[in-house]
């Protein structure tokens, strides 16, 4: 069994459409420093560091991790660069996991960052070629792109299969679009607050049917970084260590299934199940000896890339049956008040989704609300536990998911 | 302390200069399918993976590992890329030694593949405008490529420090050139085995003084593999389980230190002697217990991206004190008849630089010649022990170091 690991310190920035005063560098430095403070650590305490950077053509540059290193002072140590998509920061904190579980480093840092500075060209105010190259090269550039498949159509097309499939509805994906922009609105890094109407939601642009805007995330800047602990560390740091109880990771290709060396379509069913949330999921909870999440879990934070991508994964993460989203939804499970309150820093609907960052701010965020020091944003927290849900690549081809869970003896700060 | 973990299996294709009938995904594919066959294994064991690809302009593409996932047919299990320049194989090799130590995982494949097919243009037969972009992306490109320093010209300001503060000369480093451009001759997988001179390398075409042509690694097309396992699984796997006894890593960079929010630059010293190597090493012979390099390993891979690399690495392995590089090779001991043959492969050199496979190529050599399976490359193993380095970034930021070691007790295959 791996060693039990602590996440001991949070930070993080605004997450903004531009900070057009501040490099990658020193946008990951503001949430460094953010974390290290939270611990009562400095970067001497550090013993090694994972980067999660997503995009290397937004800011036309392969090796971004290295210098951010640099500029944090951490020559000498141990530090390694994590790309998965949308997942990356949910891989970066895998990754961050496993080099701790693995014994071999004591107090390891966790950092996400992305910018889109030199993607964006400030005198005409408009995104740059280079920006719309960052994002046909994130389709699988080979069969996928040249169809029209990008991210905004390869999640739509998971969720018409979703509606045909459960019957599920544009209105019930706009509610979720409703609660995660209000949720931002108690969230001061949030770059989307709004209040909204279902309405509002149904009559924005159409991006790719179902999706409306209102439906789809943002691409924001911004950096968040955790520290991670042994048992022995976590406990000398601070009084309120919030364990890793359970972490899981499954990638999949919903589509292009045709190219496997395996015989993959016929296993593959049905794209409204997306099979790598099922399986991560189910890594996790093993591990986390969660059988029953919405009677264990106090929160669950979901990677809402797009409205109707939370309600598949309020199935794959087992809140509630397949199919059963739609009624989860109405029933107001997953608000604020609910049952079991999902996406309450906002999520990438409300925060916006700086790639690297997203899935480290969310895994921060349940940090914050286990160790009940969320602010504005806090939400009750009887059983301890929290889930972090990250996703990536068109068809939703990575999912990692972390269980996170408070000592249930320990006083809080 | 670190559960052990075994390396179990090795595949590699040929390191060319192009494939031009292969796409990533099979070269990745035909390395995964050598390194199972040695194991004796098929995907169905394989439990997660880890990939080291580095460049997403070669391709045009940013998610070649979820690609190369599908393709193998993993779905349903964790896959995760990682990226450190030169250094991706070395540093994905030391991730999947995190996985298995971890006690996450039993069994990890370990994969490095690189193509630079849509970068060449084969109509013109010259490398296209994206390449070109690719090896800017590769600089810092806040401060050193608009200074003129690339991957050449940034080593060749090391070497020339070396040159300055030791007296190390183009001859000794010209040496290095033709030791493993000949070692590739015994080397099937070698894009560039030659036999030459030192008055050869000399008369190439300068590059960036004190690099010619002939002291540089080629940009190449291949795939590398391996299977790492814990030592429950390995023994059950294979009589000749190799161990990773020991692994470091440690990035820092050599340039830019003003920029640094530390006081790097007085405490760096001098560039001639590269810090992150030194540090990498000390931390890989800590955890193996080497305590005298040279007699307690049979040979060690060094990444020579450059000549005066290999040069550099010697001292920084501990293999001769700092300055004495020089007369280390001239004293014939790094050779593959000498006391401590060094980059039996042919190394970067001699078998071409597929970035993200190098790594795990190296690794995968030392494994085998441990083994007693190098082939006609084959040096005699009397202390069991070999050491592989890796290293990446401009001003050569990243480092890592795996020391491997095979059971004394054991009989071989």
Request: charged share 20%; with cysteine; aromatic share 8%.
């Amino acid at each position: 069994m791996p060693e039990r690991v602590a996440v001991v310190g949070f930070g993080v920035t605004r997450f903004a459409a531009r900070h057009p005063n501040a490099t990658y560098f020193e946008l990951a430095f503001d949430a460094v420093k953010g974390a290290l403070g939270d611990a009562g650590l400095t970067t001497k305490d550090v013993d090694a560091a994972v980067y999660g950077v997503y995009n290397d053509l937004f800011e036309r540059q392969f090796m971004q991790d290295v210098l951010i290193h640099d500029y944090l002072g951490l020559y000498g140590k141990p530090g390694v660069r994590v790309t998965t998509g949308g997942s990356t920061g949910g891989y970066a904190f895998r990754e961050a996991y496993l080099t701790v579980a693995s014994g071999l480093h004591d107090v390891v840092l966790c950092v996400g960052a992305e910018k889109c500075a030199d993607c964006f060209d400030y005198v005409v105010g408009k995104p740059t070629p280079e920006v719309v190259k960052a994002i046909a090269y994130s389709a699988d550039m080979t069969y996928e792109f040249p169809s029209g498949m990008y991210a905004a159509s390869s999640y739509a097309l998971l969720a018409r299969a979703h509606m045909d499939k459960y019957g599920t509805t544009e209105e019930q994906a706009a509610k979720v679009s409703v609660k995660n922009h209000k949720n931002a609105i108690l969230n001061p890094i949030a770059q989307s607050p709004m209040e909204l109407t279902v309405e509002e939601v149904m009559k924005s642009r159409m991006i790719a049917y179902p999706f409306k805007m209102l439906d789809c995330c943002l691409y924001t800047e911004g950096a968040a970084a955790l520290i991670l602990a042994t048992e022995k560390k976590a406990k000398r740091i601070t009084d309120t260590p919030i364990w890793v109880k359970g972490i899981g990771a499954a990638n999949d290709k919903a589509f292009t299934g045709f190219r496997s060396t395996t015989d993959k379509m016929g296993k593959y069913g049905d794209i409204a199940d997306l099979r790598s949330h099922y399986a991560a999921a189910e890594a996790a909870y093993k591990m986390a000896g969660i059988t029953d999440p919405i009677h264990q879990l106090d929160l669950a934070e979901i990677h809402d890339a797009f409205s109707f991508t939370e309600l598949q994964a309020y199935e794959a993460m087992r809140f509630c049956p397949p199919g059963g989203a739609g009624k989860f939804i109405d029933d107001g499970i997953p608000e604020r008040a609910g049952t079991l309150p999902c996406t309450v820093s906002g999520g990438l609907i409300g925060c916006g989704h700086a790639v690297g960052a997203t899935g480290i701010m969310q895994t921060g965020e349940v940090v914050m609300q286990l160790r009940e020091e969320a602010g504005k944003k806090q939400v009750p927290v009887k059983k301890g536990n929290g889930l972090v849900h990250s996703i990536g690549g068109p068809g939703s081809c990575y999912c990692t998911v972390a269980v996170l869970g408070r000592d249930k003896e320990k006083g809080r700060k």
